[in-house]
């Protein structure tokens, strides 16, 4: 069992940066592939990023691709996206989430999540 923590959203203007963090507990992140994923009001749940569990491997949305970077220090069970040149349209709901391997993310297949934290981008 994993608990995820998520922390750091709040509204900025476009054009700033934010940096999010997820903590995990209960087991060692560093065996799990971390995800972050974000849901704005009315929408779907989409994927943003994706790191392994050495963090040697990442995954972006094209929409993200150049703007964020994930990445994670795993002596702190600590997963960080950082969030730069951000957009109105980057208002979301923001959520990490775990799972066991780097093939079951690419299908979105995740098995534990956070609460989620607010990012909110004005223009």
């Known amino acids: 069992q994993v608990q995820l923590v998520e922390s750091g959203g709040g509204l900025v203007q476009a054009g700033g940066s934010l940096r999010l963090s997820c903590a995990a507990s209960?087991?060692?992140?560093?065996?799990?592939?971390m995800g972050w994923f974000r849901q704005a009001p009315g929408k779907e749940r989409d994927f943003v990023a994706a790191?392994?569990?050495?963090?040697?491997?990442?995954n972006y949305a094209d929409s993200v691709k150049g703007r964020f970077v994930i990445s994670r220090d795993n002596a702190k069970n600590t997963v960080y996206l950082q969030m730069n040149s951000l957009k109105p349209e980057d208002t979301a709901v923001y959520s990490c989430?775990?799972?066991?391997?780097?093939?079951?993310?690419?299908?979105?297949?995740?098995?534990?999540w956070g609460q989620g934290t607010q990012v909110t981008v004005s223009s």
């Open positions: 209960g087991r060692s992140s560093s065996s799990f592939v």
């Open positions: 790191i392994t569990g050495s963090g040697g491997v990442t």
């Open positions: 989430a775990a799972t066991t391997n780097w093939g079951r993310s690419l299908k979105g297949e995740y098995d534990y």
